[in-house]
């Protein structure tokens, strides 16, 4: 299993490489926005819509690895080769959405470690809900996940185009959402629902197709 997780790692570094990148940007970028906040010239409403954007990029760029992952498979017969060798396609598909959740760690453990400084720092009275932390968190890394199991579902059957378009969609109803509803259980039960729904059609699809 580590060898095959190691291979995906390998041929798919670059999504590694922009989740590191991503995540240094942000912590930039919510320093300097703490250090220099100022509720009038800059509300809430507009610094929370400052980081759309660059969570769009993000949201896209994980929906594109899931694809990547299943559409170079395809291309290159990996699996098929793999399977030469005795592998089961349960640890290859496995291998892939471990890789695919140490990319999101990748962006998201830093991003939290950073945010839980600069609260204690600047606003140590938001800690006393503790558990906020966590549920930013939960909600973060599921709605990326999210949109990573996206990407393995559409990119077996599919070219580039549809995960883009998928990203987006799921981009333009789940930020909305969060920021509405807040990262509650709703959110959460939504997000997991979607999850479980996308990774059981994934394994069917590719346990049952020919390699």
């Not at 994980?62 to 694809?67: D, E, I, P, R």
């Not at 599921?142 to 981009?171: D, E, R």
Request: glycine share 6%; with cysteine; hydrophobic share 55%.
């Amino acid at each position: 299993m580590f060898a095959l997780i190691k291979r995906e790692i390998q041929d798919h570094i670059v999504y590694f490489i922009g989740a590191a990148a991503f995540s240094a940007i942000f912590i930039i970028i919510s320093v300097s926005i703490i250090h220099n906040y100022n509720p009038q010239k800059n509300p809430p409403v507009f610094s929370i819509g400052l980081g759309v954007p660059p969570v769009t990029l993000v949201i896209l760029g994980f929906c594109a690895m899931g694809a990547a992952q299943m559409y170079t498979d395809r291309n290159r017969k990996i699996s098929a080769l793999l399977s030469t060798l005795a592998v089961s396609r349960n640890r290859i598909l496995l291998a892939r959405i471990i890789t695919g959740i140490l990319a999101i760690l990748t962006l998201l453990v830093p991003l939290t470690i950073t945010a839980v400084v600069l609260l204690r720092l600047y606003a140590p009275t938001v800690l006393r809900y503790p558990g906020i932390v966590f549920d930013i968190f939960t909600a973060e890394f599921l709605m990326a996940f999210a949109c990573y199991c996206l990407g393995l579902l559409t990119g077996w059957n599919s070219g580039k185009i549809t995960p883009t378009l998928g990203g987006i969609a799921l981009t333009c109803i789940f930020v909305p959402l969060i920021l509405i509803k807040g990262f509650g259980l709703h959110i959460v039960v939504i997000l997991v629902l979607f999850i479980v729904a996308s990774l059981i059609r994934t394994w069917h699809t590719f346990m049952s197709t020919s390699l």
